[in-house]
């Protein structure tokens, strides 16, 4: 359905659609912001220079990236990197929605300020919306920087750093707990 998909502009621009990847049965979804030039040319999620860090990123969690599953807000590239639009978001929503229902996840990870504002449907910045625990279709949602971002603004990794420590004890908790409640 989504290689078909021509719900909005990006359908015309883009190489490859970029589903997402990873298991089926993560416990962990991250959601970035859109492919960009690897992504499109390779019909993969984060294979680019941000991709590299988030690999090393999910493997300082104790992860691999077969062990999760990674994803975009929008499927398909917003041409020139640019940000895409909340009506790309709208429209690329009920892909990421069965995305979410199928795996299941015990928690979603939001890269970055644009997949953060269009999963919790606010405007607000990355800064004042990690540390805590949101929800996204019934599952605990965190929000840390975007790994692009990460690569212009190295004295924000620290923060990166702490914000993938709360995940893996907020997993570990939701797990000990059977996930019903935290
Ligand atoms: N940035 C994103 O947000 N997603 C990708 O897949 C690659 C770079």
Known sequence: EAQHCRACV???????????????????????????????????PFVGRAG???TKMITAMGLTREDVYICNM???????????????????????????????????????????????????????????????RGIPLIVTYHPAYLLRSLQEKARAWEDLCFAVDTMQ?????GSETI
């Open 10 to 44: 990006l359908a015309k621009t883009r190489t490859t659609v970029v589903f997402g990847e990873g298991s089926i049965d993560a416990d962990l979804v991250f959601v970035g912001e859109g492919p960009g030039e690897d992504e499109d040319r390779s019909g993969r």
């Open 74 to 136: 929008v499927k398909c590239r917003p041409p020139g990197n640019r940000n895409p639009e909340p009506a790309e978001a709208l429209a690329c929503e009920p892909f990421l929605h069965r995305q979410i229902d199928l795996i299941k996840p015990k928690l979603i990870i939001a890269l970055g300020k644009v997949a953060a504002t269009n999963l919790l449907a606010r405007e607000a910045s990355v800064t004042s919306l990690r540390n805590r625990i949101h929800q996204y």
């Open 173 to 177: 908790g939701l797990i000990n707990s």
């Open 52 to 54: 590299q860090l988030l």
